[in-house]
């Protein structure tokens, strides 16, 4: 079930994070894995007898070259995870035209270039998925360029499997909230914003990278055949309203203040 033998598939960004639980993942299915970033990751393509291409996802002839070289290597794409992204943190009055350029050139453009690129290579058919995020779907302040690059996400992956659907290419993307990786870690919240998560969701507990890569792994196979157009929350239940957790914790908050 939800095997991969026999795939070649792409994952940008795989060399930390959801990215690289991806890779790990999709190896142990039998995919060989094309790995894309911009910090060195030949030891770990070695590692998984896969090949890594250095890649920066907002620089279009980079991209171009990644999926040359893959198909130049493998006679194949199978699968594309356009998944590099970056964030930047500032409320709106602070936020800058740079911070919007930069988060569109990487995370929205990146996702572009690579479905641009990729698509005359998938000659078999095959699986796209794009890491969007749950700030894709509805505002979380202080992160307006990088909320607007995802909600950007999701309208491309829509139209790409629109226009890639006559090449049985399945297009969906994924919608993590805070996932416990180096990303996350990073942002000067971070420590509070797991916190956070945990009491805004329904499970009580924040994703891991690899939950994410479970679902990418499902939307991939060939078990999963109909589902294109579709952007996929990841959250522990937390768009669905507010936790019990929440609400009793504001309660709380509340009654200690009478
Ligand atoms: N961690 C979270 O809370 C969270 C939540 C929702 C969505 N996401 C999204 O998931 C994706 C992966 O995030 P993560 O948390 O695993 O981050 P991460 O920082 O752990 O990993 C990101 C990887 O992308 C690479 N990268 C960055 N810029 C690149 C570029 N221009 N070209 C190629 N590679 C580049 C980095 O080198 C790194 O290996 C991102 O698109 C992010 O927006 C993350």
């Known amino acids: 079930m939800f095997s991969l033998a026999g795939k070649v598939a792409i994952i940008t960004g795989g060399g930390s994070g959801i990215?690289?639980?991806?890779v790990r993942r999709f190896h142990e299915a039998g995919a060989k894995v094309v790995i894309a970033d911009v910090t060195d990751q030949t030891k770990l393509a070695q590692e998984l007898n896969g090949l890594y291409v250095q890649t920066d996802v907002a620089a279009e002839e980079e991209v171009k070259n990644l999926m040359k070289r893959t198909y130049e290597e493998f006679g194949n794409i199978d699968i594309l995870i356009n998944n590099a992204g970056i964030m930047t943190e500032a409320p709106i009055i602070e936020?800058?035209?740079?911070?919007?350029?930069?988060?569109f050139q990487v995370n929205t453009l990146g996702v572009l270039y690579g479905m641009k690129h990729a698509i005359k290579y998938m000659k078999k058919g095959g699986a796209i998925v794009n890491t969007a995020s749950?700030?894709?779907?509805?505002?979380?302040?202080n992160y307006a360029a990088y909320a607007a690059s995802k909600w950007a996400i999701i309208g491309i992956t829509k139209v790409a499997a629109l226009e890639f659907g006559p090449n049985n290419v399945r297009v969906n993307c994924v919608?993590?909230?805070?996932?416990e990786t180096p990303l996350l870690a990073s942002q000067e919240g971070g420590e509070l914003e797991k916190l956070i998560?945990?009491?805004g969701a329904p499970l009580g507990k924040i994703s891991k990278p690899e939950d994410v890569a479970s679902l990418i792994h499902f939307l991939v196979a060939d078990d999963c055949p109909m589902v294109s157009g579709q952007a996929i929350n990841i959250d522990g239940g937390s768009t669905a309203g507010h936790s019990i957790a929440m609400m009793e914790a504001v309660f709380q908050g509340v009654v200690n203040k009478l």
């Open 134 to 141: 749950t700030a894709g779907v509805r505002g979380v302040p």
């Open 197 to 199: 998560v945990s009491t």
């Open 95 to 103: 936020t800058t035209k740079e911070d919007m350029m930069q988060n």
């Open 175 to 179: 919608c993590p909230s805070s996932v």
């Open 19 to 22: 990215g690289l639980a991806t």
